[in-house]
């Protein structure tokens, strides 16, 4: 499957964005979504994931609250609703699948995706 990350931009603190991830060539509803970001000098993260069905979500602590995960497996896409942007959030940003089973759980380790855009970038000014 190839993705395509789109939506980074510059946004104030406290402000909104919204990160959108295109699939095509396979089946989008056999995989398994996740969100990462990696910041200046920083690994890579988990910041939230989603099963195939988008039934089960996970989020990582920092993030829990203010972002929104989500898909549309008619539109082969996953979307990153991100709200009250603080300077902390300033990363590229990925998405990521991995083939998985409706009932398998999320994981948050980068290793565990086999697929990745190409990363979009957020920076939110203070």
């Known amino acids: 499957v190839q993705l395509q990350a789109s939506g980074g931009g510059l946004v104030q603190v406290g402000g909104s964005l919204r990160l959108s991830c295109a699939a095509s060539?396979?089946?989008?509803?056999?995989?398994?979504m996740g969100w990462f970001r990696q910041a200046p000098g920083k690994e890579r993260e988990f910041v939230a994931g989603i099963n195939r069905s988008g039934g089960s979500l996970y989020y990582a602590g920092l993030v829990q609250g203010r972002f929104t995960i989500s898909r549309d497996n008619a539109k082969s896409t996953v979307d990153l609703l991100m709200n009250r942007l603080q300077p902390e959030d300033t990363a590229v940003y990925y998405c990521?699948?991995?083939?998985?089973?409706?009932?398998?759980?999320?994981?948050?380790?980068?290793?565990?995706?086999?697929?990745w855009g190409q990363g979009t970038l957020v920076t939110v000014s203070s």
């Open positions: 990521a699948a991995r083939l998985a089973s409706e009932t398998m759980v999320i994981l948050t380790g980068a290793s565990a995706y086999g697929h």
């Open positions: 060539g396979r089946t989008f509803s056999d995989y398994a």
